[in-house]
């Protein structure tokens, strides 16, 4: 089985705060989520890079936020812009920045404490 045309198209996540949610995905990434309306519930989509994000209540989405956690990774231009940028927007920091086969990453939590990982891909390092 050939696995190169697999690729990850889109991503759900359940939220709890899905206010600070949209803004920290908004700010750190650079996107722009629009909301839509399902029943009297807001849900929220839109691109990151290549893959589609959508934000949705735990209510909307009959889950506990609390309990479905992802991992995502997420390569980006600037490490350090992104990692200002997360902090600003209620993300946390939970490991520091290591460097690994010509990639820097760390990771980070939003505001809902899913993880997140940011690499960024570097020729070389001093």
């Known amino acids: 089985m050939d696995s190169s045309n697999v690729f990850l198209d889109s991503m759900s996540i359940s939220t ?5 949610m949209v803004n920290f ?3 750190v990434f650079k996107t722009r989520l629009h909301p ?6 807001y849900f929220f989509t839109g691109p990151i890079g290549n893959i589609n994000l959508t934000l949705a ?3 909307l989405k009959g889950a506990r936020a609390g309990h479905n ?7 980006v231009p600037n490490l350090e812009e992104h990692l200002m940028l997360a902090k600003k927007s209620g ?3 939970t490991q520091e ?4 086969n010509n990639e820097r990453y760390c990771e980070i939590v939003d505001p809902d404490g899913n993880p997140i990982e940011l690499i960024e891909f570097v020729s ?3």
């Open 16 to 20: 709890i705060n899905t206010p600070k």
């Open 97 to 100: 920045i290591d460097l690994e």
């Open 25 to 27: 995905y908004e700010t």
């Open 124 to 126: 070389s390092y001093p």
């Open 36 to 41: 839509q309306q399902m029943g009297k519930y």
């Open 57 to 59: 209540p735990n209510e």
């Open 91 to 93: 993300g946390t920091q």
């Open 69 to 75: 956690r992802y991992h995502l990774s997420f390569v």
